[in-house]
């Protein structure tokens, strides 16, 4: 059974560091596009980071630039998302998704076009 497990959220005060882990189970990660995504209530579901599993191009949105930095590590099967000067906006549900296809370049490729989801995992940054 194919299926994303993400774990590594919690709580934490503005400025601080937090790195959420994403397993890949039922599949290997390789030659797919392996997405960070998060959800404030209320909010629409935004992409945060991308990695192209075959290729290790990354991208990022406008809003984590200079503080996030997704990575992998292909023993594990597992993608991890470091964030670090990490702000209350940053507050949401955690998710990671893949999508079947390499990652586009120089986009994230909206999050209805990704395939398996994992749980989620909480992030909460207070000021």
């Known amino acids: 059974q194919v299926q994303l497990v993400e774990s590594g959220g919690g709580s934490v005060q503005a400025g601080e560091s937090l790195r959420v882990s994403c397993v890949a189970y039922g599949y290997t990660l390789s030659s797919n596009c392996l997405g960070w995504f998060r959800q404030a209530p209320g909010k629409e579901r935004e992409g945060v980071a991308t990695i192209d599993t075959g290729g290790g191009r990354t991208g990022y949105a406008d809003s984590v630039k200079g503080r996030f930095t997704i990575s992998q590590d292909n023993a594990k099967n597992t993608v991890y998302l470091q964030m670090n000067s990490l702000k209350p906006e940053d507050t949401a549900m955690y998710y990671c998704?893949?999508?079947?296809?390499?990652?586009?370049?120089?986009?994230?490729?909206?999050?209805?076009?990704?395939?398996?989801w994992g749980q989620g995992t909480q992030v909460t940054v207070s000021s």
């Open positions: 998704a893949s999508n079947w296809a390499p990652c586009p370049r120089g986009t994230i490729r909206p999050w209805t076009e990704y395939n398996v």
